[in-house]
Every structure is written in structure tokens, then in C-alpha cells.
């Protein structure tokens, strides 16, 4: 039999023997991210439809969370880098080419937002607030004057976050399981549909539970058109990307792939949410806590199977 | 200017002096290297062919973690050489992530660390550490726009080969085979 054995003297710590430079903040930041991106979508959506009574919770109440999702999402990445106090470079260079600042430089614009969002909704959680200072009730009267141009922000960089956290790992040809651009997409719709699922759980009136379900049936399907379609581009692309399909097809991550991301987190919700739609008595808490699991494990599982895969040795 | 280096893998025995060589002259921290000795053994046994080399950074020309930094830190400098500057390296790791080679490493101070062709020894005109140490004399390095350089030489005379050059990066680390 032919064979090539390769032995290599290198041995540093976080490279190998396969690269495991990222941890549990980048992919639980992606999904934080992600499902900001998901929430804050909606808000603007049905905001700029009119539908802002029609849909209390999609654009009252789940933008309520993203300042907080964002938030711990930034000190999650802030708890991933390794030179900490030069973490302000990020705000000192715009760098076209690199993902990361792409991202860095969309956080700066949508947390803001989101906050301003939330402010501009405080009375429907709190009816007494009360801005107690002028400046800041001047800046709240400018605010919601200017709330659909604001909707029109968030609308856009939502999109923008939910595409980049997929595009993150797509930029970065060195590791073949990354570097499709179906994981933008992906990533997004996943951001969408755990976002939708969010609504879901919050919403009381049965109307936007039924369209929410809906939408979410919708990314559902999707999603897994996106992912049979990437197994589809991996395994007719070069050997490297052959290898790193194969990690999901019979290779270490195969049960934990099919069985956490596409079984529990989108077949099994996708039946669920048919069930209620056909009016079985399923409590609508249950396919939107499998989606949110699902969307956590196919970031989690794409971040580590990633870094297995390589070109070399 | 282009500096490039090459690496002659019948010449070379896999002494690790040059990995010894560039840990000392670089500081490098005890566990870690900036460059490695591979070996490589294929074929049909008993029929087996053996090669050796001696790798490192390969100061890509479209060098993917120049493109993913997202501050600058990871530049290409004077002769093509791929630096990383500490004091604006944040420590996110995407450019170890996007090399291909995995020939970065995260230094134990937080900052980003690889080959920088012993920049400092090349400015007074002296070869890199690996080069100057190595006892088979198997390493050339020089710039390729200098058509007398030890590298412009030896790439002209010898059957050449680069590492995964399909991975798009255009490396200027050859291996004379």
C-alpha cells in the first residue's frame, strides 16, 4: 500500500497537534450575535410595516434582550484576546479586507442602537419612567422623532451581523470546513430563525405566535436547503474540502452534528411548530428552546470541527 | 526587493540546529518554535522515499493573515517580509486561524509571534540565524530581484516546489527537491 507518513517537529501550544486557538467565546459570541441580529431584524421589519401593535413582542418587548445579548457577547470576545489592553487597536484601524473589523466596526453601530431602541420602549415595561433630566428627554424627543430612520439602521446592520458572524469563519481558506460562502448565509438565517424563536417564547397574543411559527418553518427549510447544499459544494470541491465534509459524514463530529443541529434544532421543531400550526396542543415554549439549542451547537460544533480541519498535516 | 528563501531537502539531514538556532536568536519562549524540521517518508515498502525540510513562515505575497487582521499588526514589510507589530497585535487569533501553513503561534506575553526572516540580522547584512548556523549549508536565502543572490542562483539551477501553492497564497519559502 502506498502511505505517507509525515512527522513534524513543530509542537506549539494552540496549534497543534490541530490548531485550537478558539474557544467557547467565539462560538457562544456568534450565536449571541446571531440571535441579536435575529431579533433586532424583526423589530425593524415589522416597525417600518406598521404592524408595531399588531406584534408587541417583535418590536416591543425581544429588543429588550439585545442590549444585554450584545453585551455579554463583547465581553466574551473582549475574554478571547490574548493582548488585552491593545484592544482599542480594533477602533483605531478600518481594515476592508478583514472580517473582524467589519464586525468590530458593526458592533460599535448596533449596540448603540439597540439601546436606543430599548430607551425609546422603556414605558411599555416601566409606565412610570421618568428620564428625570432634560438632555435626556431632548435626546429621546429626537430619537423617536427620527425612529424610522433609526428602524432603517437596525434593519440593515442586523442584517450586516447576522451575515458577518458566518463570514467571520468563511474568510479563512486555511481551514476547508470554514471556507464556503454558504456559512454567511447560513449563519444568518440561523440568526433569524433563533430570533424568531425568541419572539415566540415572549409573545402572548396567538396571532404573532402563529406568524412567527411560520417564519420560522420557513428558515427552517432554509437552513437545511443551505446545508445540504454545502455538503453538496464540499464533496464535489478539492480533497481538503472532500476531508472536511467527511469530519460530518462518518468522521468525529458526525452524531453530534446530525443529532444536535439538524435533528433536535430544526427537524424535530419544524414538526413540532407543524403540529401547532394544525392546532395540537404543543406549548410553543418547546420548538423554540430546540431551535435556540440547535442554533448554540451549529456554531459550537462549526467552530471546533473548523479548526480540525486543514490543507497540511 | 524580494527576499525568499530556499530550502535544499537532499541536503538536508533533519539536525534541528537551525530550529535550535532561531529559538535562541529570537528568544523564543521553552515549548515553542518559529520554525520546525519535517520529515516526510512515502512510497511502497520496502520501496521508500524519504524527504526533509526545514519549515517556517512562508512570507506569503497574498498572505491571508495580513487580510484577516483586523489591525494592522500583521503587515508585509520592506522585501516582503510578514511581520506582526506587538504593541497594535490585539491577540484574537484570526490570523493564526487563516494561515495554512499553522506557522504562527500566540506568545505567552498575548501578542502574535512567527519568522520574521531574522529581520533584524538581514538589515546588517547578515543571512538569517537558520541559514548561518545550518551545517549542511542546505538553507539560501537573498533577494530574488538580485539575480547573483544565493537564492536567485540556486532556484535557477534546481527543480523547485513550494508548499500547498493551490491554497492561493503565492509562498516564498521553496524547497529544492
Same mark, same amino acid.
Given at each position: 500500500?502506498?502511505?505517507?507518513?509525515?512527522?513534524?517537529?513543530?509542537?506549539n501550544p494552540f496549534v497543534d497537534?490541530?490548531l485550537n486557538i478558539w474557544h467557547w467565546q467565539i462560538p457562544l459570541y456568534?450565536?449571541?450575535?446571531?440571535?441579536?441580529?435575529?431579533?433586532?431584524?424583526?423589530?425593524?421589519?415589522?416597525?417600518?410595516?406598521?404592524?408595531?401593535?399588531?406584534?408587541?413582542?417583535?418590536?416591543?418587548?425581544?429588543?429588550?434582550?439585545?442590549?444585554?445579548?450584545?453585551?455579554?457577547g463583547l465581553v466574551a470576545l473582549f475574554i478571547d484576546l490574548r493582548h488585552k489592553m491593545y484592544f482599542w487597536q480594533l477602533y483605531t484601524n478600518?481594515k476592508?479586507?478583514s472580517p473582524m473589523s467589519?464586525g468590530a466596526?458593526?458592533l460599535?453601530?448596533?449596540?448603540?442602537?439597540?439601546?436606543?431602541?430599548?430607551?425609546?420602549?422603556?414605558?411599555?415595561?416601566?409606565?412610570?419612567?421618568?428620564?428625570?433630566?432634560?438632555?435626556?428627554?431632548?435626546?429621546?424627543?429626537?430619537?423617536?422623532?427620527?425612529?424610522?430612520?433609526?428602524?432603517?439602521?437596525?434593519?440593515?446592520? /442586523?442584517?450586516?451581523?447576522?451575515?458577518?458572524?458566518?463570514?467571520l469563519?468563511?474568510?479563512f481558506?486555511a481551514?476547508?470546513?470554514?471556507?464556503?460562502?454558504?456559512?454567511?448565509?447560513?449563519?444568518?438565517?440561523?440568526?433569524? /430563525?433563533?430570533?424568531?424563536?425568541?419572539?415566540?417564547?415572549?409573545?402572548?397574543?396567538?396571532?404573532?405566535?402563529?406568524?412567527?411559527?411560520?417564519?420560522?418553518?420557513?428558515?427552517?427549510?432554509?437552513?437545511?436547503?443551505?446545508?445540504?447544499?454545502?455538503?453538496?459544494?464540499?464533496?464535489?470541491?478539492?480533497?481538503?474540502?472532500?476531508?472536511?465534509?467527511?469530519?460530518?459524514?462518518?468522521?468525529?463530529?458526525?452524531?453530534?452534528?446530525?443529532?444536535?443541529?439538524?435533528?433536535?434544532?430544526?427537524?424535530?421543531?419544524?414538526?413540532?411548530?407543524?403540529?401547532?400550526?394544525?392546532?395540537?396542543?404543543?406549548?410553543?415554549?418547546?420548538?423554540?428552546?430546540?431551535?435556540?439549542?440547535?442554533?448554540?451547537?451549529?456554531?459550537?460544533?462549526?467552530v471546533?470541527?473548523?479548526q480540525?480541519?486543514?490543507?497540511?498535516? | 526587493?524580494?527576499?525568499?528563501?530556499?530550502?535544499?531537502?537532499?541536503?538536508?539531514?533533519?539536525?534541528?540546529?537551525?530550529?535550535?538556532?532561531?529559538?535562541?536568536?529570537?528568544n523564543v519562549p521553552?515549548g515553542y518554535?518559529r520554525?520546525?524540521?519535517?520529515?516526510?517518508?512515502?512510497?511502497?515498502?520496502?520501496?521508500?522515499?524519504?524527504?526533509?525540510?526545514?519549515?517556517?513562515c512562508?512570507?506569503?505575497?497574498?498572505a491571508p493573515c495580513v487580510r484577516c487582521c483586523p489591525t494592522g499588526a500583521s503587515h508585509?514589510?520592506?522585501?516582503?517580509?510578514v511581520l506582526v507589530t506587538r504593541n497594535k497585535c490585539i491577540g484574537c487569533g484570526a490570523c493564526i486561524a487563516s494561515c495554512?501553513?499553522d506557522a504562527r503561534y500566540p506568545h505567552p506575553d498575548g501578542y502574535v509571534d512567527k519568522c520574521t526572516?531574522?529581520?533584524?540580522?538581514?538589515?546588517?547584512?547578515?543571512?538569517?540565524?537558520?541559514?548561518?548556523?545550518?551545517?549542511?549549508?542546505?538553507?539560501?536565502?537573498?533577494?530574488?530581484?538580485?539575480?547573483?543572490?544565493?537564492?536567485?542562483?540556486?532556484?535557477?539551477?534546481?527543480?523547485?516546489?513550494?508548499?500547498?501553492?493551490?491554497?492561493?497564497?503565492?509562498?516564498?519559502?521553496?524547497?529544492?527537491?
Open positions: 500500500m502506498k502511505e505517507e507518513i509525515i512527522v513534524s517537529g513543530r509542537m497537534p490541530h456568534l450565536f449571541l450575535g446571531g440571535l441579536a441580529a435575529g431579533i433586532l431584524f424583526f423589530a425593524a421589519l415589522y416597525f417600518l410595516n406598521g404592524k408595531e401593535k399588531e406584534y408587541p413582542a417583535a418590536v416591543r418587548l425581544a429588543p429588550f434582550i439585545t442590549p444585554f445579548l450584545l453585551a455579554i478600518i476592508l479586507q467589519w466596526w458593526t460599535m453601530v448596533i449596540t448603540p442602537v439597540s439601546f436606543i431602541w430599548c430607551a425609546l420602549h422603556i414605558r411599555d415595561l416601566f409606565p412610570s419612567w421618568n428620564w428625570k433630566f432634560n438632555r435626556i428627554k431632548d435626546l429621546e424627543l429626537f430619537f423617536s422623532r427620527n425612529k424610522k430612520t433609526i428602524a432603517w439602521i437596525m434593519l440593515i446592520y /442586523s442584517v450586516i451581523l447576522g451575515i458577518y458572524t458566518g463570514i469563519l468563511s474568510a481558506n481551514r476547508p470546513l470554514w471556507n464556503t460562502s454558504i456559512l454567511g448565509p447560513l449563519f444568518l438565517t440561523s440568526g433569524l /430563525s433563533a430570533g424568531a424563536a425568541t419572539i415566540l417564547i415572549l409573545s402572548k397574543s396567538a396571532v404573532e405566535k402563529k406568524l412567527f411559527a411560520r417564519i420560522d418553518l420557513i428558515l427552517i427549510g432554509i437552513e437545511l436547503f443551505l446545508i445540504i447544499h454545502m455538503f453538496m459544494g464540499f464533496l464535489a470541491s478539492t480533497q481538503v474540502q472532500i476531508d472536511a465534509a467527511n469530519l460530518f459524514l462518518g468522521g468525529p463530529y458526525t452524531m453530534s452534528f446530525w443529532i444536535f443541529v439538524v435533528i433536535m434544532g430544526m427537524v424535530l421543531p419544524a414538526v413540532l411548530e407543524i403540529m401547532e400550526l394544525r392546532k395540537f396542543h404543543i406549548p410553543s415554549f418547546l420548538p423554540a428552546l430546540l431551535v435556540l439549542f440547535g442554533s448554540v451547537m451549529l456554531r459550537f460544533i462549526f471546533y470541527a473548523g480540525v480541519s486543514r490543507w497540511l498535516y | 526587493m524580494r527576499y525568499a528563501m530556499a530550502v535544499d531537502t537532499k541536503k538536508c539531514v533533519g539536525c534541528s540546529d537551525c530550529v535550535v538556532a532561531c529559538q535562541t536568536e529570537n521553552i518554535c520554525e520546525w524540521v519535517t520529515e516526510v517518508t512515502d512510497g511502497t515498502y520496502p520501496q521508500l522515499e524519504m524527504e526533509i525540510r526545514s519549515e517556517r512562508n512570507h506569503c505575497e497574498n508585509i514589510a520592506e522585501g516582503g517580509i495554512p501553513y526572516f531574522c529581520e533584524h540580522r538581514i538589515k546588517n547584512g547578515q543571512k538569517p540565524a537558520c541559514a548561518a548556523v545550518c551545517p549542511t549549508k542546505c538553507i539560501y536565502f537573498g533577494d530574488l530581484d538580485d539575480p547573483n543572490s544565493d537564492v536567485s542562483v540556486v532556484l535557477k539551477k534546481r527543480k523547485v516546489k513550494t508548499l500547498i501553492p493551490e491554497a492561493g497564497t503565492n509562498p516564498q519559502l521553496y524547497f529544492l527537491i
